[in-house]
């Protein structure tokens, strides 16, 4: 009776659902290691760095691009080498990782809450509310991702913050439409009736009964709009309208030794490229993974 339990609380819990669909698959099960082992990274990433490599009393322009393996003025070694300011890559790059990791979830976890509200409001009420918010999400839609951002960025200028607010004003409208279209499928079943009857408020219905019961395709976007988020920011650093130089990111990064690229001082570029791509692949293939397990449609 307690096997038959559990494998019920399995069955029916959305959690272990998804984390038992990853388990299954040895290619997610690595991805979902690299995430974790790398969002890790990002939160001891200061007792893990070798130095603070945006702390100008801890640098010199004397071991500046020195080759993976150097030793540095001081004795100490660069195992991933310096770039252009003497900063230790391997500090850059866990520096870095924070603020990419920072700036996707932040702005994921913002662009979710609008999106979902907006969404159950426009299915749970429809006629002119849902047309206002479905146009607007059609308007924002219809534009590239990277030209809103660019555009948006020109105008309020570079910062942390202010990438984060970018990227949630092109990210919602994905929540909002995959939740009304799940919403709208909820709102004709016999709970959402009931509730109703019994006069529960519309923020109970909405956030009580209906959101739940969309969770499954906002799992999945939110994992793969992370993914998408990170590769956003990178790519406005390294046009240089992101992040400013005292707010790395691997795209930053990345960008500062573009140029010397090709004259032998690879690393400035390379090993921030790795690590972005690293990220960005692991959550692509949990994030795939998620949609196979909690989409029926997929299951066979």
Known sequence: MTTLAFRRFGEDNLLARALNGILKSPKATVAGIVCILLLLTALIGPWLAPQNPYDLMQISIMDAKLPPGSESMTGSTYWLGTDGQGRDMLSAMIYGLRTSLAVGLVSGVVALSIGTSLG???????????????????????????????????????????????????????????VR??????????????????????????????????????IVIATLQVANAIAAEATLSFLGIGLPITEPSLGLLISNGYEV????????????????????????IVGDRLREVLNPRLQK
């Open 181 to 218: 279209g799940a919403a709208l499928v909820e709102k004709g079943k016999e709970y959402i009736e009931a509730a109703m009857c019994l006069d529960l408020s519309k923020t109970r219905i909405l956030f009580g009964h209906l959101l739940p019961n969309c969770l499954p395709p906002l």
């Open 261 to 284: 690229l090709m004259s032998g001082q690879y690393w400035i570029s390379v090993y921030p490229g790795l690590l972005l791509v690293a990220l960005v692949f692991s959550i692509n």
């Open 120 to 178: 159950l409001i426009a299915a749970y009420f429809g006629g002119r509310i849902d047309t206002l918010i479905m146009r607007l999400v059609d308007l924002m839609l219809g534009f590239p991702t990277i030209l809103v951002a660019l555009m948006l960025l020109a105008l309020i200028g570079q910062g942390l913050g202010k990438v984060m607010t970018a990227l949630v004003l092109v990210q919602w409208a994905l929540f909002a439409r995959a």
